[in-house]
């Protein structure tokens, strides 16, 4: 009678474990008080013999049902920590099913409330010590999975040992696994209410393997020892510093025998670069995990997880390391708008729409065929949140480049009549991406000051770099796309005809002060066929250059932060290939290098000169002289600061071929003036057309009106005024 309502048991348990509590195995494995006293319980399936080390002595448990279900009776004062347990690869370590849940209520509550902004310390596989045993707690979000596994190449992949405790409502299911180090490659095996089987990547894994493979790896980030500590402390406001980026993309700035290089020997090279070019920053599209090589990293399936494609967590510390050390800061681009169908990251990650919508006019971006984040749902909030927080505290980065902010404004973005869904209260803006962009912005900026968030918003919405008080969405800087689309139209034309298109030049300063503009020549205006910058300019091969140095002189006059992407800086013929890296042997041609030259000057001057960016977000920093000079194509303003208003600097273009000897410029009290830059030197590839004699003109009670000077062929001249 006994045995059977033992073997009832067992039949009991098993059901339990395979069937009814799959979300609970530590109720069932692990030791146990019974009955009879108590048991240790080890789940093996297909194993035919299992062994375990209990106070230093190694013993054989007893197969109890053919499931895999083995158990070893012990005596009472044996305690969790007492004994050990062998993996199928041979690890011997205490059982994972005789610990307690690592992750704590109060983590689940924030989560629950999108106010956990310490996800990326407690969510994924991190190693950690806990009850004084070594080893990595996985933790993963899963609300509608029937049953959530470990898998790795600790249990051969199999789904069926190591099923993950359910923490109830939340959502959240954990395991620890005692023994396991940096390094062990894992995923998680989820069973969807369908009984389907979907095997995915850790969304919180720091690190993955190389593409094509997608297994998460367990990192420690950190073991990094920080020497930047003078850079972080000494971070500015931007308002009233210099921001010259480089914008690049670290897979083709330069390559190793056709391959990637390490972020370590990149970290080198460009910090040295940028250093001699006078760039404050650079800015790296996109470096969290991607599968596809040609999607720059738009296409993000680990938002926690540095690329492995150049190296690993410490690697890329490195990096940002080197780089404050040399004075450089570092900006990274960030995509919150959409992810990728990839199977085995985030797309129906536990068998429903959990991080996208489920409804196609909500969740379905048409323009990149991929999911739209759910940014009313909390958990997905504080996921996005926590990937931002972590680049910041993890790897010390000063600022995020926010992508394709207008389509996460709108609901109509891209999408035709009928084919989206409006907001509660009839309209097209999307209320929940709104509040979410604010959240974030809030939250950066309160853990780390003086970071800047970027936008690249390319529609009129207002308020995108006004602060969260004044009813705006937070972004410090926003790029100036309306310039960028205005300037390259205007200089594509021939300049015969630029007299008709003078409005191009003039109609930015109508609102460059409504935003904290950043002027930008990004990588999207030199790819998919439409030709480098220098291509895209009008005349001869020597118009071409000097066209090319005048937009770029152009830039740094105007007011605003700037940024201009790789190879546009040496002049590149060809537009920008991912599989190549920058056209670096152009520099053997005197063209080349002088616009490489001319760029180095021009940065160095924007650094020195406060002028130029003392007030470039304010017009307190800009005074037309004289916009109306059509027939001519030319322009001409001051750059000034407030604090100087005996000084300032007369910025000149002349955007036709024509030379002219004697222009006159009307301005006032002005008794002295010179030339400080001129993109016509014979440095840059120019004429030469340089230091001419300069006239003030004077009244007949002798107060200077004008001044007369010789204008350089399709060249910008910086002249230095004290009035």
Not at 110 to 133: E, Q, S
Not at 496 to 520: K, P
Request: hydrophobic share 35%; charged share 25%.
């Amino acid at each position: 009678m006994a045995y059977g309502i033992i073997q009832e048991e067992k039949v009991n348990l098993v059901d339990d474990l395979l069937n009814t509590r799959r979300y609970d195995p530590h109720s069932i494995l692990g030791l146990h008080t019974t009955r009879e006293g108590k048991v240790i319980r080890l789940y093996r399936p297909d194993a035919e013999n299992v062994y375990l080390e209990v106070k230093n002595e190694i013993l054989q448990a007893t197969k109890v049902h053919p499931c895999g279900l083995f158990e070893y009776r012990v005596a009472n004062e044996i305690e969790a920590l007492d004994y050990r347990v062998y993996h199928q690869s041979g690890l011997l370590a205490h059982d994972p099913y005789a610990f307690l849940p690592t992750f704590g209520e109060l983590d689940a509550y924030l989560f629950g409330k999108g106010v956990n902004y310490n996800l990326h310390k407690v969510m994924g596989g991190r190693p950690c010590v806990f009850n004084d045993t070594e080893g990595v707690k996985f933790t993963v979000w899963a609300p509608s999975a029937k049953q959530v596994s470990l898998v790795g190449d600790f249990n051969y992949w199999d789904g069926r040992t190591n099923p993950m405790r359910s923490l109830g409502s939340s959502g959240i299911y954990e395991i620890f696994i005692p023994g396991l180090k940096v390094g062990e490659k894992y995923k998680f095996e989820i069973t969807t209410q369908n009984n389907e089987l979907r095997v995915k990547s850790d969304p919180y894994a720091l690190y993955s393997e190389i593409r094509p493979n997608t297994a998460s790896i367990v990192q420690d980030p950190y073991q990094w020892k920080w020497n930047d500590a003078e850079w972080i402390q000494n971070r500015k406001s931007i308002h009233k510093t210099p921001i010259s980026i480089y914008e690049v993309h670290l897979g083709s700035w330069k390559r190793r025998d056709g391959h990637f290089m390490n972020y370590r020997d990149i970290a080198r090279d460009i910090s040295s670069y940028c250093k001699e070019m006078g760039f404050t920053h650079i800015e790296l599209m996109p470096l969290s995990e991607h599968p596809f090589d040609e999607s720059w990293g738009y296409q993000v399936t680990g938002y926690f997880a540095i690329t492995s494609r150049y190296g690993t967590c410490e690697d890329f510390q490195y990096f940002v390391d080197h780089l404050h050390q040399n004075g450089i800061g570092v900006i990274m681009d960030f995509v919150p708008g959409h992810f990728p169908f990839d199977d085995f990251a985030l797309a129906r990650f536990d068998g429903t729409c959990l991080y996208e919508h489920e409804d196609e006019r909500q969740g379905f971006h048409p323009h990149w065929n991929t999911c739209i984040f759910n940014f009313g749902r909390p958990e997905v909030s504080n996921f996005l949140i926590s990937s931002a927080i972590n680049w910041f505290d993890v790897y010390h980065i000063d600022g995020l480049r926010v992508d394709a902010v207008a389509s996460m404004l709108y609901l109509d973005y891209g999408r035709d009549e009928g084919k989206w869904i409006p907001n509660k209260y009839g309209g097209k803006e999307n209320i929940e991406a709104i509040e979410f962009i604010k959240h974030l912005n809030s939250i950066v900026h309160e853990k780390f000051p003086n970071v800047c968030m970027i936008a690249e918003e390319s529609t009129s919405f207002t308020g995108v770099s006004h602060p969260l008080e004044y009813n705006g969405l937070g972004f410090d800087l926003k790029w100036n796309m309306g310039w960028m689309n205005d300037t390259l139209r205007y200089f594509r034309t021939d300049p015969l005809f630029r007299l008709y298109h003078h409005n191009d030049l003039t109609f930015g300063l109508l609102y460059a002060f409504s935003e904290n503009f950043i002027l930008v020549f990004s990588h999207d205006e030199v790819v998919h066929g439409k030709g480098s910058l220098l291509s895209k300019m009008p005349g001869d091969y020597w118009q071409k250059f000097a066209n090319l140095r005048l937009l770029l002189s152009y830039q740094m006059c105007q007011p605003g932060k700037k940024l201009l992407f790789m190879g546009q800086e040496i002049g590149q013929w060809n537009e920008w290939y991912c599989k190549a890296e920058v056209e670096w042997s152009l520099l053997q041609y005197p063209s080349h290098a002088g616009i490489q030259t001319l760029v180095k000057d021009l940065n160095h001057l924007y650094v020195t000169e406060k002028m130029l960016h003392d007030e470039d977000l304010s017009y307190h920093g800009f005074e037309w002289i004289d916009f109306n000079d059509t027939k001519n194509s030319v322009i001409s303003y001051y750059r000034k600061s407030p604090k100087n208003n005996r000084e300032a600097l007369l910025c000149v273009h002349n955007f036709t071929p024509q030379y002219h000897h004697e222009y006159i410029i009307p301005v006032r009290s002005i008794y002295e003036i010179e030339e400080i830059f001129n993109s016509d030197d014979v440095r840059y590839g120019g004429s030469g057309k340089t230091k001419m004699e300069i006239h003030i003109l004077r009244n007949e009670q002798g107060y200077p009106w004008g001044i007369k000077l010789s204008l350089a062929p399709l060249a910008t001249c910086i002249l230095r005024v004290k009035k």
